[in-house]
């Protein structure tokens, strides 16, 4: 795991109350004494994932000096959805964003940080659950650009999605059975890009949340690209969109 790895009681307890992002907390099976349950309870009131492993996975991963728990912290703090739609608002902007739905790789999610933030993103959108994280390897990945493109967690992508739309943004879902052109699409104006997992694509609920399914049309002999390239492609057309609208 490339996560940074906090252990031991008072460690855990005090990275939980600092307010630092953290992706998983774990605790070994049987603990439940008073200072562990203190831990338990603040990681759900944080909305951190807890997971209660073998006490010999907790050994190999801290060295044996754990006390029964350890915390998988974020490589950087997490942002909301709220400073992400503020952020565009600050530089006067209809808001660009991505939405990864259960992308698992994080050499993918670097990539498409990178060229997030060349094209100008806003931020990005990752589900708390199933799903690549902010870690070490990502920040490689991303060239540095994880340090400046907002990403968000959020429990439920469809919730999410519907409060968007509420907003007047177009819900825009890549998708490898999709009639439509990218190019021949209106991918002006505020916008949600989704990218999905790399072999199931997106997941139903999240298809149908959907305004719009686009192709990236291919004659090649391989019949799609990655998500990083894939997200890419429509992240430019997106951005040049945008220039013309502007």
Do not use: W
């Amino acid at each position: 795991m490339d996560d940074n790895l906090i252990f031991g009681r008072n460690a855990v307890m005090e990275l939980l109350k600092s307010g630092h992002s953290v992706n998983k907390i774990l605790i070994a099976e049987g603990s439940r004494d008073g200072s562990i349950q203190k831990i338990f309870s603040l990681a759900k009131t944080a909305g951190v994932i807890v997971e209660f492993v073998n006490r010999d996975k907790l050994d190999r991963l801290t060295g044996g000096h754990h006390q029964g728990v350890a915390a998988l912290a974020a490589a950087a703090d997490y942002s909301t959805v709220e400073e992400i739609l503020e952020h565009a608002a600050s530089k006067n902007e209809s808001p660009f964003l991505i939405l990864l739905d259960e992308l698992e790789d994080p050499q993918n999610f670097g990539a498409i940080l990178r060229t997030a933030e060349a094209v100008g993103v806003h931020g990005v959108i990752i589900p708390k659950r199933r799903s690549v994280r902010l870690n070490a390897t990502v920040f490689k990945a991303s060239a540095g650009a994880a340090e400046y493109v907002k990403v968000a967690q959020v429990t439920n992508v469809a919730q999410t999605l519907k409060s968007f739309r509420e907003l007047g943004l177009k819900i825009v879902g890549a998708d490898l059975t999709a009639q439509i052109d990218f190019r021949r699409a209106d991918l002006s104006g505020g916008l949600v890009l989704i990218i999905g997992n790399e072999g199931r694509g997106m997941r139903r609920l999240t298809r149908e949340s959907c305004d719009l399914l686009i192709k990236i049309p291919m004659v090649g002999k391989i019949n799609s690209l990655n998500a990083s390239a894939a997200g890419a492609v429509l992240m430019y057309e997106i951005f040049s969109q945008r220039q013309h609208d502007g």
